[in-house]
């Protein structure tokens, strides 16, 4: 099984302020990966694909880039809308994994 | 607009089973492949299944391999997860998803969850 680390656990920024969120695969899974963004009490939605494609209707704040084990999730000029969890799943390989999530949370 | 609606989640005892379902409209059921994902209380995301669209490919997460089923009934537009011999350790939010047309194993849509605990 691959699995998906997340780092950092928790990310204390203000809105206006850059993210940047890391996860890591224990194998390289070439550019397989997605991120999804989560808010409490809701069903994830998916923002980008195979790396770097954003998803319908993902605004251009999100950009993301990696290949082989390591990558990364940006969110320039944070609006107060993007505070939440943010969750990274490789396809590579079954079974599907899910990182434990990067909670971002208004400093 | 894709809209999945899950139900048959509640309490069950340990041992016990359950079948979810999650009823799809807004989109082309048999054309897609669909997962079932979880989520325990407080943690992270865990893919449970999936199956492919004329069934001919089914998967499954190696904490629920024998003990849940997946299914489709595609002239009704229904998923289903059957779960028998429940643990504790299956207390969790179960969504349904669509996978992406531009990629298998990626969840494009997302039902809103139902919830199963598992307790005596």
């Known amino acids: 099984e691959i699995v998906m680390t997340q780092s950092p656990a928790t990310l204390s920024l203000s809105p206006g302020e850059s993210a940047t969120l890391s996860c890591r695969a224990s194998?390289?899974?070439?550019?397989?990966l997605a991120w999804y963004q989560q808010k409490p009490g809701r069903a994830p939605r998916l923002l980008i694909y195979d790396t770097s494609n954003r998803a319908t209707g993902i605004p251009a704040r999100f950009s993301a880039s990696g290949s082989g084990t390591d990558f990364t999730l940006t969110i320039s000029s944070l609006e107060p809308e993007d505070f939440a969890v943010y969750h990274c799943?490789?396809?590579?390989?079954?079974?599907?994994?899910f990182g434990q999530g990067t909670r971002l949370e208004i400093k | 607009e894709v809209h999945l609606l899950e139900s048959g989640g509640g309490l069950v005892q340990p041992g016990g089973f359950l079948r979810l379902s999650c009823a799809a409209s807004g989109f082309a059921f048999g054309s897609y492949a669909m997962s079932w994902v979880r989520q325990a209380p407080g943690k992270g995301l865990e893919w449970v299944s999936h199956i492919r669209e004329s069934e001919g490919r089914i998967k499954y997460g190696d904490s629920v391999e024998g003990r849940f089923t997946i299914s489709r009934d595609i002239p009704k537009n229904i998923l289903y997860l059957q779960m028998t011999n429940l643990r504790a350790e299956d207390t969790a939010v179960y969504f349904c998803?669509?996978?992406?047309?531009?990629?298998?194993?990626?969840?494009?849509?997302w039902g809103q969850g139902t919830l199963v605990t598992v307790s005596s």
């Open positions: 194998q390289s899974i070439s550019h397989y």
């Open positions: 998803a669509k996978e992406a047309t531009f990629g298998y194993h990626y969840f494009e849509d």
């Open positions: 799943q490789q396809r590579a390989n079954w079974p599907i994994t």
